[in-house]
């Protein structure tokens, strides 16, 4: 009797739990149709998705781009306008395709052409877009599809130096340049550079005019000068032969008497 209220009524035991679904497992494929007013409810907060357009994504790339072009930066503005200074106030302008070359290279070299009292300057295609536009200078525009240093000098003369410079720095390669507002490729631009300069050029055309109108002078007095020269000789001739006949003459006279 002790061991049955022990065992039996006075030890303690956890109760067995066993979860089990309500109604049994749920069918996701085909789930039960919700209640009537849940029903509503939901059709009420469904979410609506408009239908995409055919290539949405490239119409949307494009708007974008629109947008963007359409942005005026004024900061870009000003820049645009010093370089259109510069285009319009320099006579010498190279054109300079960057290739990969370390700054320190880059300094050396911007060093090296201001000490010629020369300027570098690096713009991007979207400033030189705003400062070339409707210019003279627009037909550069497409050299700046790729990262491209410009070379601005107030005197033409120093092509020499600026050539100099560059054949010293193999990473920066010459593509053309505008000389006294006039657009050259690089073969141009660098006969150019064998030219002399203007004043020499000038002084030896004055020499060439000089010389052509002494020679057109001196055909002019040709016949003349010559005259002259046969009148001379001819007087000269003719004295002589006159003094010679009194010499010989005025003895014989003396013996007759």
Avoid at 159 to 188: A, C, F, W, Y
Avoid at 221 to 229: R, T, Y
Avoid at 232 to 237: F, I, N
């Amino acid at each position: 009797m002790s061991n049955f209220v022990i065992n039996g009524l006075l030890q303690s035991r956890n109760p067995l739990l066993t979860f089990r679904r309500f109604r049994g497992k749920i069918n996701i494929q085909r789930p039960r149709p919700p209640h009537y007013e849940r029903a509503r409810v939901l059709e009420v907060i469904k979410p609506y998705y408009k239908k995409p357009e055919f290539n949405a994504p490239c119409i949307d790339a494009e708007r974008a781009k629109e947008q963007k072009s359409k942005l005026d930066n004024p900061y870009e503005t000003i820049i645009a306008r010093e370089a259109r200074n510069w285009f319009e106030h320099s006579n010498l302008v190279a054109l300079v395709h960057v290739n990969s070359i370390k700054q320190e290279d880059m300094f050396k070299a911007q060093v090296a052409l201001h000490r010629h009292n020369v300027t570098v300057k690096v713009y991007g295609k979207s400033i030189m877009r705003k400062a070339v536009v409707d210019t003279r200078f627009e037909a550069i525009l497409p050299l700046f599809e790729a990262k491209t240093a410009i070379i601005f000098s107030p005197e033409a003369q120093k092509i020499k130096q600026v050539l100099s410079v560059l054949k010293k720095t193999p990473q920066l390669v010459l593509m053309g340049g505008i000389v006294e507002g006039r657009l050259l490729s690089k073969n141009e631009f660098m006969a150019y550079a064998t030219m002399a300069d203007l004043t020499t050029v000038r002084a030896q055309f004055a020499a060439v005019l000089d010389s052509a109108g002494g020679k057109i002078v001196g055909d002019l007095q040709c016949h003349q000068s010559q005259l002259v020269n046969l009148l001379d000789a001819y007087s000269k001739s003719s004295d002589s032969q006159t003094g010679e006949a009194s010499a010989s003459g005025a003895p014989g006279e003396k013996v007759n008497s």
